[in-house]
């Protein structure tokens, strides 16, 4: 299975900073990636697919890029709804993997 | 508007079985791949299986294969998810998601909470 490992687990970030969440596969996963936003008690919502495409209704200050190994989600101006735990996901190879997560915080 | 409504969780002993359901609309069921994924509490998730279109294959992770069936009714637009030879550590809430063309999980239920306990 590919592993998918996620930095950091945590992060608190302060009202219009700017914080970076990144996924390491095990192996190349040529941009099949997506990141999910779960707020507390709910199911994950997608914000991005194909590693930098923005889903529809998202707000633009969401952002993924990446290539190969690596990839990151960019929240340009954290806001308090944005609090929340976020998770990347490959779909290049069965079965899909998820990343362990990232808890992000308002300061 | 897409909405997926899980149901049929709950509290069930070590050894024992259970059916989860999902009931979709908003879109036309039966194009779809549909998945169950689950998430234990604290943890992160972890993809359980897939159906085709059709039904006609279905695809599991490990962890579960021979224990969990994936089923679906399209003309009913249901998803199924039957569980047996339950263990404690598949105590989670299980979601079901749909699965779009780039093979993002696009939407998802609100889940249902099963919990195996004696």
């Known amino acids: 299975d590919i592993q998918m490992t996620q930095s950091p687990a945590s992060l608190s970030a302060s009202l219009g900073e700017t914080v970076s969440i990144e996924c390491l596969a095990s192996e190349g996963i040529s941009n099949d990636l997506a990141w999910y936003q779960q707020k507390s008690g709910k199911s994950p919502q997608l914000l991005i697919y194909a590693a930098s495409r923005l889903q529809d209704g998202v707000p633009s200050r969401f952002s993924g890029s990446g290539s190969g190994t690596r990839y990151s989600l960019k929240i340009s101006g954290m806001q308090p709804e944005d609090e929340a735990d976020y998770f990347c996901q490959q779909s290049y190879k069965y079965p899909p993997t998820f990343g362990g997560g990232t808890k992000l915080e308002l300061k | 508007e897409v909405q997926l409504v899980e149901s049929g969780g709950g509290l069930v002993q070590p050894g024992g079985s259970l059916k989860l359901s999902c009931v979709a609309s908003?879109?036309?069921?039966?194009?779809?791949?549909m998945n169950w994924v689950r998430q234990a509490p604290g943890k992160t998730m972890e993809w359980i299986g897939d159906?085709?279109?059709?039904?006609?294959?279905?695809n599991y992770a490990p962890s579960v294969k021979n224990r969990f069936t994936i089923s679906r009714d399209n003309a009913k637009s249901i998803l199924y998810l039957q569980m047996s030879n339950m263990r404690s550590d598949y105590t989670a809430t299980y979601y079901c998601?749909?699965?779009?063309?780039?093979?993002?999980?696009?939407?998802w239920g609100p889940g249902t909470m099963v919990t195996v306990s004696s």
């Open positions: 159906i085709k279109p059709d039904g006609s294959n279905t």
């Open positions: 908003g879109f036309t069921f039966r194009d779809y791949w």
């Open positions: 998601v749909r699965l779009d063309y780039d093979g993002s999980f696009d939407f």
